[in-house]
């Protein structure tokens, strides 16, 4: 087994990274990789309806949608992430499998974790790892993260959802009470220096694993696919399934309703309801709206081709974007 020590903290870079070894390399593979604060969701989740967008917009933090299914999760540098890369197509579902070599470092390290659910591993019935995988032909990659000193205020804002009405096919992420690793050591020690321990623990694990370096060519092809696909509006928002959301926010001029579905990431049809008043019919605004992008900007750059005003009394571009965005 390949084992390769990524001191990469680039989101974007890190998934392409696990997709390159995953359909490029027929070697079995172990990858341990921290990315800089990010919120990365599960391939068949509804991207707006995980996150909280106005945290994200506020602080910036990348949202990056992954090839494996499973719920959203926040990383920042707080967060080790792990994945096996293995040619057997039979692992696929086979988490504990995947995440034993965790475990059994962890108890040499008197910490009693345990494999629970399907996919989780608990400290004291505290979840600090969540796990999903992926098959691609007969090999299956297995991912997971360690929470280790993360700052859990910041996982629990970036993930908090707005009380909005989404409706869809999207699988919806499960909130649960967390802990990190570092609390439960009886030595402190740094997040490298526990980064050092598992790369040896499961470097040492069987004679034929040796570690591996990314080549100039490697780095080249990763963020060619990162800049491609993985920093991608489509591949992040506009792969999101088909879903409908409703709206409702107060502004001086009155009570609007937003009523929108959305197919491929672009709103396929929007109508606005409420006691508001306006020299114009909405349904200017409704029709203009129609085959934008699901997204601040697109709707932000078609908004600002007509006057608010005229449409909706008292209000502005900024008012009626939250709205259709479903920020409250």
């Known amino acids: 087994m390949l084992l390769i020590y990524n001191d990469k903290t680039n989101p974007y870079f890190n998934l392409a990274m696990e997709e390159y070894f995953l359909k490029n390399f027929c070697d079995d593979i172990f990858i ?13 989740q509804n991207t707006l309806s995980e996150i909280n967008i106005e945290y994200v917009k506020e602080n910036n933090i990348p949202v990056v949608r992954r090839q494996s299914g499973g719920g959203a999760v926040f990383h920042d540098l707080g967060n080790i992430n792990f994945t096996f890369i293995a040619n057997d197509k039979k692992g696929f579902s086979d988490f504990k499998r995947f995440t034993q070599p965790i475990i059994n470092l962890l108890r040499t390290l008197d910490i009693d974790a345990t494999f629970s659910g399907r996919n989780d591993l608990l400290i004291n019935g505290k979840k600090f790892s969540g796990n999903a995988q992926y098959n691609y032909k007969n090999r299956v990659m297995h991912h997971g993260t360690l929470l280790f ?8 804002n970036a993930l908090k959802v707005k009380p909005i009405k989404f409706e869809g096919k999207g699988i919806k992420s499960v909130k649960s009470r ?7 050591l009886k030595k402190d020690i740094s997040i490298l220096e526990f980064k050092d321990l598992i790369i040896n623990y499961v470097l040492n694990t069987n004679s034929n694993n040796k570690t591996y370096n ?20 489509e591949w992040n928002f506009g792969n999101s399934p088909k879903y409908s959301l409703t709206n409702q926010l107060k502004y001086s001029g009155g009570n609007v309703e937003f009523n ?16 508001f008043f306006g020299e ?22 078609a908004l600002n081709l007509i006057d608010i005003n005229n449409y909706f009394l008292g209000a502005n571009i900024e008012i009626l974007l939250s709205g259709i965005l479903g920020v409250k």
């Open 214 to 233: 990314l080549t100039n060519n490697d780095v080249d092809n990763i963020w060619l696919l990162a800049n491609n696909k993985y920093n991608s509006w």
């Open 178 to 184: 967390v802990t990190n690793i570092r609390e439960h």
């Open 260 to 275: 929108l579905n959305v197919e491929k990431g672009i709103i396929k049809n929007i109508k606005f309801f409420g006691d």
């Open 280 to 301: 114009s019919d909405v349904s200017c605004i409704e029709d203009l709206l129609v085959g934008v992008k699901h997204d601040g900007d697109s709707i932000k750059n």
């Open 32 to 44: 341990l990789w921290r990315n800089e604060p990010s919120i990365i969701v599960g391939k068949n």
């Open 149 to 156: 000193s993360s700052q859990i205020s910041d996982l629990s």
